[in-house]
């Protein structure tokens, strides 16, 4: 499959995986028949993008998340970052698309942003050497890990703090083509800078992490991984916008609200 931008909208008949086709104001979406997964199909439908609304480009089986990633976020968080990749998850319920709300838990007064690469599982793989791991991915999208951070500090594990619905957005598409090993990350919150690094600083990288993770568990096709967040995370209230920026990937935006 040559590079495809992959989405999924909700389009005046209902809902459709498509191809983004062309840029900016001219952007037309072309329907997928069934799934993007292998070399896809299409109907022949099209619509203008703008006529369409961005949905999560896919839905997961499985969100699994990578915690400490970046050195100078586990120092931020209080220490070193461990040896070998800690992984944790997310329930498929967390994840909402691009302008969803993320939407605050009564339950929690301290809930930040995660800005993050993410990465789309493309076929079932078990135990997949670093070296193959180029060939079991979809894609790459953005993502923005939500956390209720007291609630994380209070549990000691992160099931709870992580895992509240709307605490995973994804999108705005999953580029197929992409090199993850330096892509530029920026989180903003109502335009103000937050976050700002780059993919280069991750302590172990794509490749490594879907060996990582195979090794202890079956990844199905649209299973999501979530590679790490870097300095600079930061609270989120009722009335903020929050947008998470990728070299190559462009803008995920959400607003927050109560719930």
Not at 212 to 236: E, F, R, Y
């Amino acid at each position: 499959m040559g590079a495809v931008r992959i989405a999924r909208i909700a389009h005046p008949a209902g809902v459709a995986f498509v191809s983004i086709e062309g840029e900016g104001s001219d952007q037309v979406a072309a329907e997928i028949s069934e799934h993007p997964f292998g070399t896809p199909e299409f109907t022949g439908r099209r619509w203008p993008l703008a006529d369409t609304r961005l949905l999560a480009p896919i839905l997961p089986t499985k969100v699994v998340c990578v915690g400490k990633n970046y050195a100078d976020h586990a120092r931020e968080m209080g220490g070193e970052a461990p040896a070998d990749p800690v992984i944790f998850m997310k329930p498929s319920t967390t994840v909402v698309g691009p302008g969803a709300a993320i939407k605050l838990p009564r339950d929690s007064s301290r809930v930040d942003f995660e800005g993050e690469l993410a990465l789309v599982i493309g076929q079932p793989c078990r135990d997949v050497p670093a070296a193959r791991a180029g060939g079991v991915i979809l894609g790459y999208t953005i993502a923005n890990d939500v956390t209720a951070r007291d609630q994380q500090q209070h549990d000691g594990q992160w099931t709870r703090a992580k895992g509240h619905d709307t605490f995973c957005p994804l999108g705005p598409w999953i580029e197929t083509q992409l090199d993850p090993a330096d892509l530029d990350l920026k989180t903003t919150v109502d335009g103000e800078v937050k976050q700002d690094s780059s993919t280069a600083f991750l302590l172990h990288g794509v490749p490594e992490l879907v060996e990582w993770i195979s090794k202890v568990m079956t990844l199905l096709p649209g299973d999501v991984i979530l590679t790490g967040t870097p300095a600079g995370v930061g609270q989120i209230v009722a009335g903020q916008t929050v947008s998470v920026s990728i070299t190559g990937l462009g803008t995920l935006t959400n607003p927050v609200v109560n719930r």
